[in-house]
């Protein structure tokens, strides 16, 4: 029967998941400790209170994230021993096997920390097994009930792809019913668990776009009257270097561009190298631009290393206003993430 239930939840997991393209995919997996508050009960003989001791708690997500909001589906399983009924030591246990559909907003999306806030609802098994007083049997059954729950926390990437973090959740159902074992009679049961978990995300980054070098045409010289020598014309070229999320650090592959920028720069003898940062867009407007100005900066320091005057090398910054690729705000686009190197 357990297993059962398992698989139902399971199954409605999977339904609640979106299917957006160009969704950055994410699993995460949480574990901690469960505080479950008193079982105030209601009976037809009266009422009736039980408690528990600090249980556990496991669950795993599945979700997409798009700029600093999340939608997941998640899976959870809460275990509480019962430790009195009524006042009298009881023995038993309280469980809750729960499928959520979730939404989380993560405040500073271009940092490492992440602080977050989500919520939400879905549906839970409540099982209290078979509770018993002295080797009596009290009360027993489980039931199906709408589930909804707040929770708080902060993250932290460890990596491009991994996110440790730590939270906490308040997770509630409507009352559940179970049945009195001396009469057979309907109990009306609360379950409002409180918890403390530790866990991490693993992110699908979409891998870094391979780094082109576009070069415009060289003019062609219209057909000469006569065989006149014709003067060549200097090409103007092109490069453009990607950098990795939320870094104005220079990649390997970001500095062999740079070497043929510099190289093309001295044997054409030019004179001015101009140096367009840009982001993606993702974060705010104000921090974009402060980063498109420090990925220039950056490959300016490149060149200078490679024997280009700083004099010769001019700097702007247009932070998430002319993206390469178009794309909605707030998402993490590899190829938007770049430095134009145009050498007139």
Request: charged residues 20%; neutral net charge; glycine residues 10%.
């Amino acid at each position: 029967m357990r297993n059962l239930k398992i698989l139902l939840a399971a199954a409605a997991v999977a339904t609640t998941m979106p299917t957006l393209a160009h969704a950055q995919w994410y699993v995460g997996v949480d574990a901690g400790a469960s505080i479950l508050e008193e079982n105030k009960m209601k009976a037809t003989d009266g009422s009736h209170k039980a408690s528990s001791d600090i249980g556990w708690l496991a669950q795993g997500q599945i979700g997409y994230a798009f700029g600093p909001w999340k939608v997941e589906g998640e899976l959870s399983y809460r275990d509480n021993g019962v430790n009195k009924y009524d006042g009298a030591k009881a023995h038993g246990s309280t469980t809750a096997l729960a499928t959520m559909a979730n939404g989380i907003y993560e405040f500073l999306p271009e940092s490492k920390w992440h602080p977050f806030v989500g919520a939400g609802i879905g549906i839970a098994n409540v099982d209290a097994g078979k509770v018993s007083v002295g080797g009596v049997d009290q009360y027993k059954g489980d039931d199906w009930q709408f589930a909804y729950q707040g929770f708080a926390g902060v993250g932290y990437d460890v990596s491009r792809n991994v996110e440790l973090k730590a939270q906490y959740r308040y997770f509630a159902t409507l009352d559940y019913d179970t049945k009195s074992v001396a009469n057979g009679s309907k109990i009306d049961n609360e379950y409002r668990d409180h918890a403390l978990l530790v866990g991490f995300t693993y992110k699908f980054n979409p891998p870094p776009a391979p780094a082109p070098v576009y070069a415009a045409p060289a003019p062609v010289a219209a057909p000469a009257p006569a065989p006149v020598p014709v003067k060549p014309v200097a090409a103007k070229r092109n490069f453009i270097v990607f950098f990795d999320f939320d870094k104005a650090v220079i990649t390997p592959e970001a500095a062999r561009i740079i070497q043929q920028a510099a190289g093309t720069s001295k044997s054409t003898a030019v004179t001015r190298i101009d140096l367009t940062g840009h982001t993606d867009l993702s974060g705010s407007e104000r921090y974009n631009q402060a980063l498109s100005i420090k990925r220039g900066n950056a490959v300016k320091a490149e060149l200078v290393k490679l024997g280009i005057p700083a004099a010769q090398i001019d700097v702007v910054g247009k932070g998430k206003s002319d993206p390469l690729v178009a794309t909605p705000d707030g998402v993490r686009e590899p190829q938007n993430r770049r430095v134009e190197i145009v050498l007139p």
